[in-house]
T-cell receptor
Framework: AQSVTQPDIHITVSEGASLELRCNYS??????LFWYVQSPGQGLQLLLK??????LVQGIKGFEAEFKRSQSSFNLRKPSVHWSDAAEYFC?????????????FGIGTKLQVIP | DGGITQSPKYLFRKEGQNVTLSCEQN?????MYWYRQDPGQGLRLIYY???????QKGDIAEGYSVSREKKESFPLTVTSAQKNPTAFYLC???????????FGSGTRLTVV
């Protein structure tokens, strides 16, 4: 069974600083990996996804993520954080399970941006 | 614009009552899902449906029921058997072969 670990529950960064949110996954085969963002009281929005190919994936809102098979990681990065990036971020892994695309989410990392 | 509409946004229920949460999508997606979100626990799958008139239990289906009579609609009923129903409920959909989900904006259910 697949699993996702987001080791940081809460992160605080200054506006303009760089950001890296960590995600480690466990899955036997090549995983499908995702990052979602959730603003308070809202649904989740897909930031980016990795299926195969180039291990550096570009997403919306200036985010990128790098798939590292050797480290079972899929960390999310942004070179310069804006106050509007304050939200909760979820890493997810998907895999086929009896013909169904089972998606497992991490518990989320809450990002606070300070002036 | 295509998307998923969840209603109502806020819902209050008395103990012992059943309540139904609405989820409608106009994305022509085959698969639909219901998740429950609690602080510090991420998202947990309640039910999912891959085609009309078929649905499967997720990880925490007890106390919930669903139907999928139309491709566009996947309502969730929270029954009186659900012991701790106060939570944020999210509906999602996806197209076959595309693992990325589109989410609705959620329904916050509070038992009073």
């Amino acid at each position: 069974a697949q699993s996702v670990t987001q080791p940081d529950i809460h992160i605080t960064v200054s506006e303009g600083a760089s950001l890296e949110l960590r995600c480690n996954y466990s899955y036997g085969a090549t995983p499908y990996l995702f990052w979602y963002v959730q603003s308070p009281g809202q649904g989740l929005q897909l930031l980016l996804k990795y299926f195969s190919g180039d291990t550096l994936v570009q997403g919306i809102k200036g985010f990128e993520a790098e798939f590292k098979r050797s480290q079972s990681s899929f960390n999310l990065r942004k070179p310069s954080v804006h106050w509007s990036d304050a939200a909760e971020y979820f890493c997810a892994v998907a895999a086929n399970s009896g013909g169904y695309q089972k998606v497992t989410f991490g518990i989320g990392t809450k990002l606070q941006v300070i002036p | 614009d295509g998307g998923i509409t969840q209603s109502p946004k806020y819902l209050f229920r008395k103990e012992g009552q059943n309540v139904t949460l609405s989820c409608e999508q106009n994305l022509n997606h085959d698969a639909m899902y219901w998740y429950r979100q609690d602080p510090g626990q991420g998202l947990r799958l309640i039910y999912y449906s891959q085609i009309v008139n078929d649905f499967q239990k997720g990880d925490i289906a007890e106390g919930y029921s669903v139907s999928r009579e139309k491709k566009e609609s996947f309502p969730l009923t929270v029954t009186s058997a659900q012991k701790n129903p106060t939570a944020f409920y999210l509906c999602a959909s996806s197209q076959e072969g595309n693992y990325g989900y589109t989410f609705g904006s959620g329904t916050r259910l509070t038992v009073v």
